[in-house]
């Protein structure tokens, strides 16, 4: 099954709300964890990172939390925008690449 | 630097054609990537290069080949299409010693 897993599929929020995307793992020893936004016929591009000796990271508008408790991650978009809209994936560090979620897609309603 | 580049941006192909995907990257990374992306999946890793004349299976090998001729280029080979190959492709390179993997912009294969 899927070692790295996202809450909801989808999410819609009004311009200028906060947005929280979620995001599960299962291997407890995985030290470092990577969102991505991938916008439609684009690649996956990078946003945050945080490694497992952290609990929370800050960015540009965004903040990613890491919960190792339970085993949960999630990014927080601050006054989110239109040019937010996309496709969210949380990756974990696995043995030989990135394990990847299945992605929440992010729809910001004006 | 242009970063990661995929040639070519979209491909129809009948099933039993043979193709490559191309892969370029000017940033001077040594570990380079193919994924495949199903529609409302995640990425899954098909093989990988760690340099120049290594590579390894991923998740995901079986219907596909690479090559690590250089350090740039990483191309991906399909030698019989098959419909199940239809998919989203992306290449993704990234520097030893840093987790953060850097990718193009996809290729996108039909196979009819």
């Known amino acids: 099954g899927e070692s790295v897993g996202l809450h909801l599929p989808t999410l819609s929020v009004q311009e200028g709300d906060n947005s929280i995307i979620n995001c599960a793992y299962s291997?407890?020893?995985?030290?470092?964890f990577i969102w991505y936004k991938q916008e439609s016929g684009k690649g996956p591009q990078f946003i945050i990172d945080i490694r497992s000796n952290m609990d929370k990271r800050q960015g540009q508008r965004v903040t990613v939390l890491l919960n190792k408790t339970v085993k949960h991650l999630s990014l927080q978009i601050a006054a989110t925008q239109p040019g937010d809209s996309a496709v969210y994936f949380c990756?974990?560090?696995?043995?030989?690449?990135?394990?990847f979620g299945k992605g929440t897609s992010l729809l910001v309603t004006p | 630097n242009a970063g990661v580049t995929q040639t070519p941006k979209f491909r129809i192909l009948k099933i039993g054609q043979s193709m490559t995907l191309q892969c370029t990257q000017d940033m001077n990374h040594n570990y380079m990537y193919w994924y495949r992306q199903d529609p409302g999946m995640g990425l899954k890793l098909i093989y990988y290069?760690?340099?120049?004349?290594?590579?390894d299976k991923g998740e995901v090998p079986n219907g596909y080949n690479v090559s690590r001729s250089t350090t740039e280029d990483f191309p991906l080979r399909l030698e019989l299409a098959a419909p199940s190959q239809t998919s989203v492709y992306f290449c993704a390179s990234s520097l030893i010693g840093e987790e953060t993997q850097y990718f193009g912009p996809g290729t996108r294969l039909l196979v009819l």
């Open positions: 990756a974990e560090k696995g043995q030989e690449a990135l394990n």
């Open positions: 291997n407890s020893a995985s030290d470092y």
């Open positions: 290069s760690v340099g120049a004349g290594i590579t």
